[in-house]
């Protein structure tokens, strides 16, 4: 898994058989998945930079067989220049008060969580999720040495939260999981104002990547992606142990 001698613990390895994609209609999809234990942080980077994804004790990444939309994307943190218009999510979004911390479950946490949703299933069609607390800390908040929550909450407006975001921090990078919001209450485009924040931080930090998780072109909901410039885009699906490739687009 990395040059470091291996310590996690493998609970549960399958690539899932075939189903209809999430991202693109006309299209079948599998996941390879890990479900492990014990990950360190020097391991998590490895998995990172090879094309897998964290949402708790779930690793995973594409293994679909006749299809290859779904492509790992990192932003080159030292050579990154926000574009107009998310240099704009970033000033609307300035007078929000940024909190980073561990992940916690609150009832305030998932209120906000089900207002996103239920705003996203009624604009997009998405299914309905029922999560629940015990999910919810599973997912987003499930014990990791890289597990890190931000906050961003509205000092005019009782200080009340209006955007989270889910990420991991390892040494050499930062990855961004997952970004909900108030789709009331938020300012226009937050969650691209996360994202800027979060190159922001990892270019105070010197980590020289970030990690945005999968660019499919053909879905709405992951296309905007490839508008974080210059980026990296991963070759293919090296095996943990086989160096990575990854490829500059500047435009």
């Given amino acids: 898994m990395s040059d470091d001698e291996e310590v996690a613990r493998v609970l549960h390895h ?15 999809a599998q996941l390879e998945i890990r479900v492990m234990d014990d990950v360190t942080v020097q391991e998590l980077d490895a998995l990172l930079s090879r094309g897998w994804r964290r949402f708790g004790p779930v690793y995973f990444r594409p293994a679909c067989q006749s299809c290859g939309e779904c492509v790992t994307l990192r932003i080159d943190v030292g050579s990154f220049a926000p574009s107009k218009s998310q240099r704009r999510a970033a000033k609307n979004a300035a007078r929000l008060r940024r909190v980073v911390g561990a992940p916690i479950v609150d009832d305030e946490r998932l209120a906000l969580y089900h207002r996103w949703h239920a705003q996203r299933e009624a604009t997009r069609g998405w299914d309905p999720s029922e999560i629940d607390p015990e999910r919810y800390a599973t997912d987003f908040a499930f014990p990791h040495p890289a597990a890190r929550e931000v906050a961003f909450r509205d000092p005019d407006d009782g200080d009340r939260l209006v955007g ?27 969650g691209v104002a996360n994202v800027v924040t979060l190159v922001a931080e990892a270019r105070e930090k010197a980590l020289p990547h970030v990690y945005l998780g999968y660019r499919v072109l053909g879905c709405a909901s992951l296309v905007y992606k490839a508008k974080y410039l210059p980026h990296e885009l991963l070759v293919g699906r090296p095996a943990l142990g086989e160096p990575p490739e990854w490829k500059r687009q500047a435009r």
């Fill in 14 to 28: 399958l690539v899932e058989p075939p189903r209809p994609c999430s991202y693109l209609d006309d299209r079948d």
């Fill in 164 to 190: 989270l975001g889910i990420f991991d921090e390892t040494e050499r990078a930062m990855s961004a999981v997952y970004f909900f919001w108030d789709p009331e209450r938020a300012p226009a485009s937050l």
